[in-house]
């Protein structure tokens, strides 16, 4: 697990604990968006405030699954700044369309994050509830636009649906303003072999008798996988494990 996703967990539930055997605690920190120019710290602390068991725990394993990928990708400051931007889009786009409702949670920098690893990992799945397979990008536009929906009929059940897509919109400003195509691009680049068919053909012709038989499957597996799907389709975890049977003469000079 990536230092700032550790960090975030931590607080997260640190507060969590704080909140619920101090009753009182929590009330100085919530972000009530008519109250803003009074209490102006709440426009951070709020994220850090749950409103039970269930809220706090989706909101963390979904920290916990797409953070560190997010954070290894962008580096520690720029993900700092993503999941705090982020949360604070959240608490601007309620201040205009919901400046009555109080909200708590840490949605809204979480839901930047969801929308950072879509950009970055448009088609890599994600099992909802961990059995409905779904793809990172319909994930997102699924998710705002049952906020969209749900916020334009009163946000019912004391969802703070602006916050959410207001997440996804600072997270979406600030990764166009960071130049997210020559980033990805970049990325793209160092980590996806690359797709000329005279690259694949070496990495058929690999002498399957040399590799340990414990890689074999893997690697006929794959190797498959590209021929049905196209490289694109690979994980990265598939990858890197692909990258070690490049044969020598292909691989890229060292820097």
């Keep these: 697990m990536t230092p700032w996703v550790k960090r975030l967990l931590a607080a997260n539930v640190i507060v969590f604990f704080m909140q619920y055997t101090m009753p009182a605690f929590a009330s100085p920190f919530v972000f009530v968006p008519r109250l803003v120019l009074v209490r102006p710290w709440t426009i951070i602390t709020y994220m850090f405030l749950h409103a039970g068991f269930t809220h706090i725990l989706f909101n963390m394993i979904a920290l916990f699954f797409f953070g560190p990928r997010v954070e290894a990708r962008l580096g520690p400051g720029r993900f700092v700044q993503l999941y705090f931007l982020s949360g604070i889009s959240g608490a601007l786009l309620s201040l205009v369309f919901a400046p009555n409702s109080a909200i708590i949670g840490a949605s809204a920098a979480v839901f930047g994050v969801m929308l950072a690893f879509a950009m970055f990992w448009p088609r890599e799945r994600i099992l909802i509830w961990g059995i409905i397979p779904i793809e990172a990008r319909w ?20 969802v703070a649906d602006f916050a959410h897509m207001g997440g996804y919109v600072g997270a979406w400003v600030f990764l166009k303003l960071i130049d997210p195509s020559r980033v990805v691009a970049r990325f793209r680049a160092s980590t996806v072999p690359r797709t000329d068919g005279s690259r694949l053909a070496k990495w058929k ?51």
């Design 139 to 158: 994930l997102v536009v699924i998710t705002t636009a049952l906020a969209l929906w749900s916020g334009l009929q009163g946000s019912q059940g004391g």
């Design 205 to 255: 012709q690999v002498d399957l008798t040399r590799v340990h038989e414990v890689n074999r499957g893997e690697l006929n597996r794959i190797l498959d996988k590209i021929s049905a799907s196209g490289i694109e389709s690979l994980t990265v975890q598939e990858r890197a494990f692909l990258s070690n049977f490049i044969p020598p003469d292909s691989r890229p000079p060292a820097a």
